[in-house]
């Protein structure tokens, strides 16, 4: 029995000696797998790595370019995220027969595949497209084919189409700014990209991020401009309507509120089917619209008697005349200045008041009063009006307009000014000076931009609050017995003063004899000015009527006055009128007598 | 010193399933905020296009149409500058000006 026994316990210990033996054997087998494992995972061999491919991908966060609101938030130019089709020739199934499989699907140019395909047959990156529509990038999605890839990018849309588009400008195919306020502000609103690593299982679809390999975008900064699109309609449509009726080479129209100086509106038509006089071939429309320069702040023009109003002010406030005082204007024949110089009028009225000279129009008169005026009061008046200095409104590619340096001026420059020939303003400065009648002598800020916290207004006197509203009233009756009765308004009292100056010829100085710049420039109510509308008309053709600025640029002024000043909510000024300008229809000038 | 063995392997194997869950845990959790910041982007690119169909629909034309073909007749509300441009003296506080 305890032979027996002892066998036992020596079997039994032997068992206990083989199963540690394998015990440990199998520990180690799993260890020495676990770390294979994770040498595997975390330091493969060379030659596996290359095998499996990398298990992380980049994924790029477009920032979002800003937006560009007018005055009330409406959108003029926002961006969205869209699709681009693109081959990997490595990864298509069939290269001879790709094209009109896409042609089928979303109804690509197979030509054009093929010959993109046949370009860049070496590289991985075909582009095939123009951004996709949507229905295009979902059927796309679903179809998967092979070697077909998308590439988002970003779009830049105006919903409002042409409205305004010479100030907005446009982007290239980066989104970067290419003209008008794109392209000024395009360090605002352009935004930075970021990116995403992530890490893909095997069957690519995403497991997570790892610490610190997120980038977050920097979407850029919307910007609120003071034009109000409402109002920028009206002055488009309107302008564009008379440029082409009176088959003119183009016009311009500038719409501002002359407390704020905000510029509601800023309109630029050229006219490039006009078949000029003296050009056998009519002119060359550019070829994306909205590169063209904003011509209302960088092409200068010679304001006629439109300027008259600026230096009868200047006069009355020196002395150099007083409103009621008559001037020896003449009767019949053209007034002979000091230097033996002819001054015309479009009619002779004989001995006429300070107050008529301005409501008439009469060259002579100014002419009269400027030879009184020394030059440097002269000077001083163009220069506390604005005129000569840019008005920094924000408009890119601004000018200063053109005034003779007082080292070259002469008698003749005295009176030519006075006239407001020899001397050429932008549309920009004409708007500013002019809003000083409306403010009762100050000179505002004029900005394109809505005030930011860099923003600083800055206003300074230009003359006595007294002069000012006296300049206005009588304007006002430059509208009711002068050169802007067929300007007038059913519904608003408008003050302002019209202009005719001969067109300069480009080449050799001089100016064209039968050819004009056509302009009027007006504010209203009279009471409490809210707006100051100036529109320019430019080689309006003879043939086909008047060419006067009272006759047609005074009419878009008056028109665009009621629409706006209706849009404001601002009530009729004129005595008996209760009922506004309409605004509903398709046209807000459908109705309007002309 | 089976039985030792035997505890050893099966509280390492315990403490492995639990690191095991955790790190599960941890990458679902990771997985699942991904997912929600790729879908946070996805949602932000269709509110930009929202934006910009609502803008080009709400266009002048479209409105005045809207307002042409409505049969009810458009009345001006009392004080309409209230909406649209509050007079300058008026946000000041002062009279109006002369």
Redesign the interface.
Same mark, same amino acid.
């Given at each position: 029995m305890v032979e027996g026994s002892h066998a036992e316990q020596w079997q039994c210990r032997r068992l206990?000696s083989w199963? %540690?033996i394998c015990?440990t054997l199998i520990?180690l087998l799993l260890a020495g797998t676990v770390l294979r494992v994770v040498q595997l995972k975390l330091h493969p061999d060379a030659r596996l790595a290359d095998a499996a491919g990398t298990t992380e991908s980049t994924l790029r966060?477009p920032g979002?370019r800003g937006d560009l609101l007018d005055r009330r938030g409406?959108?003029l130019a926002?961006? %969205?995220?869209g699709h681009r089709a693109f081959l990997d020739p490595r990864e298509v199934d069939d290269l001879a027969t790709i094209g009109i499989e896409l042609k089928s699907l979303i109804g690509l140019d197979a030509i054009s595949i093929d010959r993109a395909l046949a370009r860049r047959f070496n590289t991985r990156f075909v582009p095939i497209s123009d951004i996709l529509e949507a229905w295009q990038v979902d059927r796309l999605k679903r179809a998967r084919l092979p070697g077909v890839g998308l590439e988002p990018r970003l779009v830049r849309?105006y919903?409002?189409?042409g409205v305004a588009q010479q100030l907005v400008g446009a982007v290239g195919f980066e989104h970067t700014g290419l003209g008008g306020l794109e392209h000024a502000l395009d360090t605002t609103l352009q935004g930075q990209d970021g990116h995403?690593i992530?890490v893909r299982d095997v069957r690519n679809r995403?497991?997570?991020?790892e610490d610190g390999d997120f980038v977050p975008h920097r979407d850029g900064i919307d910007r609120t401009l003071t034009i109000d699109?409402?109002i920028q309609?009206i002055a488009e449509e309107r302008l564009a309507r008379e440029v082409l009726e009176r088959n003119a080479a183009g016009g311009r129209l500038i719409i501002a509120d002359p407390?704020?100086g905000d510029i509601l509106a800023l309109a630029d038509v050229v006219n490039h089917e006009q078949r000029n006089r003296n050009e056998v071939e009519p002119g060359e429309a550019p070829a994306n619209p909205r590169l063209a320069r904003p011509r209302c702040g960088t092409d200068p023009y010679e304001p006629g008697s439109t300027f008259k109003p600026f230096v009868w002010a200047t006069a009355t406030e020196v002395g150099a005349a007083d409103p009621e005082e008559i001037l020896p204007t003449p009767s019949s024949q053209p007034h002979r200045t000091r230097g033996k110089r002819r001054i015309r009028d479009v009619h002779y009225y004989g001995p006429s008041s300070w107050r008529k000279v301005l409501v008439k129009s009469m060259n002579s008169g100014m002419a009269i009063v400027a030879e009184r005026m020394d030059h440097r009061q002269m000077q001083q008046a163009v220069e506390r009006f604005g005129f000569g200095t840019r008005t920094r409104c924000g408009i890119p590619g601004e000018t200063a307009g053109i005034v003779t340096p007082p080292e070259q001026w002469t008698d003749y420059t005295q009176v030519s000014v006075a006239m407001g020939h020899e001397i050429a303003v932008t549309p920009l400065q004409m708007v500013r000076a002019f809003s000083v009648f409306c403010t009762?002598g100050r000179l505002p800020t004029l900005k394109i931009l809505s005030p930011g916290t860099e923003h600083v207004s800055v206003e300074h006197r230009v003359i006595d609050s007294t002069i000012a509203?006296m300049t206005r009233d009588t304007m006002r009756s430059v509208m009711t017995e002068g050169t802007g009765r067929a300007s007038q308004s059913d519904y608003y009292q408008l003050f302002g003063k019209s202009g005719t100056a001969q067109l300069p010829i480009a080449e050799g100085g001089g100016y064209h004899e039968d050819r004009y710049v056509s302009s009027f420039i007006a504010g209203a109510p009279l009471?409490?000015p809210?707006l100051v509308a100036l529109c320019v008309i430019e080689d309006p053709d003879k043939r086909i009527g008047q060419y006067y600025g009272g006759r047609v640029a005074g009419p878009v002024v008056r028109d665009v006055l009621d629409q706006s000043l209706s849009?404001?909510?601002?009530p009729p000024d004129v005595e008996g009128v209760e009922t506004?300008p309409r605004l509903?229809?398709?046209s807000p000038f459908d109705d309007k007598k002309r | 010193?089976?039985a030792k063995?035997m505890s050893i392997?099966l509280v390492a194997a315990a403490t492995s399933l639990a690191v095991l869950a955790c790190r599960q845990s941890r990458?679902e959790t990771?997985?699942a905020?991904?997912?929600a910041?790729?879908n946070m982007?996805s949602q932000r690119?269709v509110v930009?296009?929202i934006?910009?169909q609502l803008?080009?629909t709400?266009?002048?034309?479209q409105l005045?149409?809207l307002?042409?073909e409505d049969e009810e007749d458009?009345a001006?509300i009392t004080?309409?500058?209230?909406i649209?441009?509050i007079?300058?003296?008026e946000k000041a506080g002062g009279a109006?000006?002369?």
């Open positions: 206990q199963a %540690t015990l520990s966060e979002r409406r959108i926002t961006t %969205t995220l849309h919903p409002y189409g995403v992530v995403i497991l997570w991020i699109v409402f309609e407390l704020t009762d509203r009471e409490t809210r849009y404001m909510g601002v506004m509903a229809g398709s | 010193m089976f063995l392997i990458i990771i997985n905020m991904t997912a910041h790729r982007l690119r930009w296009q934006r910009c803008a080009e709400l266009g002048s034309d005045r149409m307002i042409a458009w001006r004080r309409p500058w209230m649209v441009d007079p300058p003296e109006g000006r002369g």
